[in-house]
């Protein structure tokens, strides 16, 4: 059973509203489990600012029911009014995370939604931003479930999996992207254990991923990156499962630094490079990964980044957030509509248009 | 101009006794260069059992000298306690890296040597013992210039080098193995760039390598160890230089964790792939890799060796402090006596009787 990274829970079994959010604060993992209720809209604000709810997925939830603490709080008969607290909460959570796309599109959500609903009463003008905002979560958990299903039929029981990054539950709303068809395999019953890149810099592999799969009672192995390759060579590994950020028309994906190492490895170790991730992440408007502008990030987080200095004072440091796999190195691409396959030019758009890519 | 690791500083011009040990402590790197002198036996074993001088030829060096400082201090016309003190001397200090080879081999030395020397009066007695500590620094230093005068054949001027861990100065006397031709091409005036890898869990590359090369002023960049298959997709890298903790008789390298990996990416980008190390890491009695024991390190190391505890209690970790190379991927392996081409079955057993390969 995958945690739940965050919910909606209503104070009483008849309405949604009036209720609180509740979820998981991930500035205390690995160290513990805490987690954070509120139903005031500034403190969620803070929450998203200060990373206790990260994950383009999940803030995007995050800030839809930031939306309905802001709407129930107002006291008033005047659904007018609400228009405004709507429009305000709107303004005022877009601030909290500037960069996230999900954001947007989730608040951008929610206004239509209050627009649509026009001058309802209160109550069921509060009711129905509430159940949005639920609706929100729950494609959202639907999504990662699909890729799970989609993914799940890729491997086998017995097997074992490596990872890289945080592309769990965390990220989402319980499923993740690249772990759903582990957990889906858990449910099953099947038996399936997963090696875990501890990824540097920032470590979300051993903070995150490691934490909510042996949460999950999932069998993890915690490695440094420079191991993935020896353990390969084991011929342990059935399959590499990966998240994405970014995937061209040409199927090239942008992902976390690291991953198209790993691609690299399991090509030359002949075992299956999937990336999991939804068709929000598809971008056919650039033809190739040349097009995908890489970040970089500053130096300490390399050389700092872990709670002491760890290198020269004014070392040089090249540190880039993403690389970028080439498609010839995806055996496939797994998004919440199927599978695509090589050529990933027609097999993606295939899947964007809502028609299943010939297998 | 390299870093002197270790050395021995006469009172005065005219004789090396009596004499102190100047060593730079490595466990205030990078953080500052503090140099340890000292003429005090037990502070010198201390000092290798705190690793404030490590790596196996700097060791071997260490002890030859501390054999030195024992006999110095013995106020007697008695060559034979001297010769006792030699013996206790040696004793001694073999407790303090009780694995290390090196220190073996340089206690052997210096026993023998004692023998040799018979009943000589005690100056010229102590004086020689000090002279053969210096040759066996000047034998390492000797043989790492050695190794960089034919590692330098490998490389052009105005280059980009990748390297893993530390097999600089700081684990020798002064060039280190992988590093000497970097420090040669620095000597001739080339224009020669690095980028080192962090190489987890103990970073290494960052702690040593990018510390000793930015004494040197040579440019270097870190990186983390998931980075480096990214920077060499960027076409920038000339060859990838490592060391070696052993060497079978197929060619097959053991060498810190990650080295693998990087010798399947260097072959996917098709970078020269150079193995630097010295005759004595050979092991022609094993034929192949399978046959080298691999060491596993705690889990501590990955999950809290930077400070502060970077994953949950209780994760499973899989920690290998060495990987084997295979033979297939190594462009070359450059000894002090010249550069082994595959096939290694005879050209590895060529340079060690002597006989130069052919090319």
Redesign the interface.
């Known amino acids: 059973m995958a945690l739940r990274t965050i919910e909606w829970m209503p104070a009483g079994a008849a309405s949604l509203v009036p209720g609180r959010v509740r979820m998981i604060d991930q500035t205390r993992?690995?160290?513990e489990l805490v987690y954070l209720e509120t139903a005031d809209v500034r403190e969620l604000w803070a929450a998203i600012r200060e990373l206790k709810v990260r994950g383009a997925p999940a803030i995007g939830i995050a800030v839809a029911m930031g939306v309905v603490l802001a709407v129930q709080a107002e006291d008033t008969a005047d659904t007018a009014a609400l228009q405004k607290a709507v429009d305000r909460a709107a303004e005022y959570l877009a601030g909290a995370r500037p960069t996230a796309v999900n954001l947007f599109n989730a608040l951008d959500r929610m206004k239509r939604t209050a627009v649509r609903l026009g001058n309802r009463p209160p109550a069921p003008f509060k009711e129905a931003l509430a159940r949005e905002a639920q609706r929100i979560r729950d494609e959202d958990a639907e999504m990662c479930r699909a890729i799970g299903r989609h993914g799940l039929t890729l491997l086998r029981d017995d097997c074992t999996v490596l990872t890289h990054c945080n592309a769990g539950g965390l990220a989402t709303s319980e499923y993740g992207t690249a772990l759903a068809p582990v957990y889906l395999a858990r449910e099953q019953g099947w038996t399936i254990r997963v090696?875990a890149?501890?990824?540097?810099?920032l470590?979300q592999g051993?903070?995150l991923t490691?934490?909510e799969l042996?949460q999950a009672g999932i069998?993890?192995?915690?490695?440094?990156?420079?191991?993935?390759?020896?353990?390969m060579?084991t011929g342990k590994i059935s399959a590499v499962l990966v998240g994405a950020d970014r995937i061209a028309a040409n199927g090239d994906t942008a992902n976390k630094?690291?991953t198209?190492?790993l691609a690299?490895?399991a090509?030359?170790h002949e075992i299956p490079f999937y990336v999991l991730a939804p068709t929000t992440t598809f971008d056919l408007a650039i033809p190739n990964g040349g097009h995908i502008p890489i970040e970089h990030r500053p130096a300490e987080e390399?050389?700092e980044g872990?709670?002491?200095?760890?290198?020269?004072?004014?070392?040089?440091?090249?540190?880039?957030a993403f690389?970028v796999t080439p498609a010839g190195l995806i055996t496939a691409i797994v998004c919440e509509r199927g599978i695509a396959r090589p050529p990933y030019e027609t097999s993606l758009a295939q899947l964007l248009r809502g028609k299943k890519p010939t297998p």
């Open positions: 993992l690995p160290g090696f890149d501890e990824t540097r810099p470590l051993a903070r490691a934490w042996m069998d993890v192995t915690l490695i440094c990156d420079n191991m993935a390759a020896s353990v060579a630094i690291g198209y190492s690299v490895l090509a030359a390399v050389t872990l709670g002491r200095r760890t290198a020269p004072h004014g070392v040089k440091v090249h540190s880039p690389d």
